[in-house]
């Protein structure tokens, strides 16, 4: 390999590298990171005079690329049918990383002991960013008397406080995955550890309820997966009950958490939905009764009824129009201004919304290609992240953000690529 070669090759590793310490940061740090692996990549192409390679080695792998770059594809050709053009071009912008993130990956072909590397670096990332968020929260309380929770927690990275509660879940389920693939030596075990508890602390103050739930479902069946599988050990029952205590503790102390959390079996506004099937319009006074369950439920019964009475199931509205559409129904219903530009908090809904049915297959058959991919495999961590992503896009529009585009197209293809059972070469802790 020529000294040019390597330094294009090192320079694409340290681009990864660079995307997966700066997911806790603000984007347009990240962003800088996906350019600089597009450059080296395409650099490297011309130097070496070579054209991308995709191998395929299961048929599985073949749809995951072909379904990535059709739903790109799909956004694209939205732009015929889109009013609005100038708001059309910039979502397929934003939807670049689709396009992009196949095109390098499937083509580099990264091997475990470099996947391990970048997810090593994602996790004490996050650990670091969410010491920091945990210390300004603390201090609040010594100062202000009252803990920084939520969207105030990640005030401070300008990050939304649901996204950032999707990296803990995936840095937890990484921690997990690296402890019992025996993939950390003694001294990375103590930082890893460091980091579990971080992040449940972390998870816990940023109150994101539905991750809440996913992490605690996830933590109680990996606990019985364990002790089915092999025995298991009073230090991991003792940790086990330790953080099941000090997160019901914590989650009765902290009012702010205990009142997000109490909103899961409440159904407060429910009659607002009420009224809008009965064609009465909501009002100001009604706006305070919503809690976030019944304002995603009503917001979901607005825009499929309104697919469904303007026949717009095939097609959609587009990308770039969707967001007036539902505008003008919202106001048609009474819930704006307060809910202008918001999105459909529902992943699902707003593809079928934006795409129409077409759309929504293409969509669907990448999840499902990818959990055939991770059950062929034996990858259960591609399973678990890409259930838990499942789950995380029926209460928001996931990736209707660059920090959501980014990180889940990013670490389902990276993740896609992950071999356990195939891998004979397990000496890779340096």
């Not at 939304?160 to 402890?179: D, E, G, K, N, Q």
């Not at 939905?273 to 319009?281: Q, S």
Request: with cysteine; net charge positive.
């Amino acid at each position: 390999m020529s000294k040019t070669n390597q330094f294009l090759s090192k320079g694409i590793h340290f681009s990864i590298l660079f995307v997966a310490v700066t997911f806790p940061l603000p984007y347009k740090i990240s962003n800088l990171g996906i350019v600089s692996l597009l450059v080296f990549w395409a650099i490297q192409k011309i130097v070496t005079k070579s054209m991308p390679k995709y191998t395929f080695e299961t048929q599985q792998e073949n749809w995951i690329f072909f379904s990535f770059i059709g739903f790109f594809a799909l956004q694209i050709v939205s732009l015929i049918y889109t009013t609005d053009l100038s708001n059309g071009i910039k979502n397929v912008e934003g939807k670049l990383s689709f396009l992009v993130f196949p095109l390098i990956l499937f083509d580099l072909k990264p091997n475990y002991k470099q996947i391990v590397f970048w997810l090593k670096a994602y996790v004490h990332s996050m650990s670091l960013c969410t010491m920091v968020l945990i210390v300004q929260s603390v201090s609040h309380y010594f100062t202000e008397g009252s803990l920084l929770t939520y969207h105030d927690f990640t005030s401070s990275l300008a990050f939304h406080a649901v996204f950032y509660s999707y990296y803990i879940f995936l840095s937890l389920l990484l921690t997990a995955f690296l402890f019992q693939s025996s993939l950390l030596s003694g001294k990375e075990k103590i930082l890893f550890i460091v980091s579990l508890v971080l992040s449940l602390v972390g998870l816990l103050i940023s109150a994101s309820k539905n991750v809440l739930v996913v992490t605690s479902v996830f933590l109680v069946f990996g606990f019985l997966f364990r002790a089915v599988k092999q025995k298991i050990r009073w230090k991991e029952i003792t940790i086990v009950l330790l953080i099941g205590v000090t997160s019901v503790y914590g989650i009765s102390k902290v009012s702010a958490v205990k009142d997000r959390i109490a909103e899961l079996a409440q159904l407060n506004g429910m009659e607002n939905l009420d009224k809008i099937k009965r064609g009465e319009l909501i009002v100001a006074e009604d706006i305070p009764k919503f809690n976030g369950t019944s304002m995603r439920i009503t917001f979901w019964y607005v825009v499929v009824n309104k697919i469904l009475d303007e026949g717009k199931m095939f097609l959609g509205y587009s990308p770039g129009d969707r967001r007036a559409v539902v505008n003008e129904e919202f106001y048609k219903n009474g819930l704006n201004p307060w809910y202008e530009n918001y999105n459909i908090h529902n992943q699902f809904i707003q593809v079928l919304a934006e795409l129409g049915l077409l759309g929504l297959v293409v969509y669907l058959l990448l999840h499902v290609s990818i959990f055939i991919q991770a059950l062929k495999t034996k990858n259960y961590l591609l399973a678990a992240f890409l259930i838990g992503f499942t789950i995380f896009q029926i209460t928001e529009s996931v990736i209707e953000r660059n920090k959501g585009i980014v990180f889940f197209v990013f670490f389902l293809l990276l993740l896609s690529q992950i071999r356990p059972i195939l891998n004979e070469n397990r000496d890779i802790r340096n």
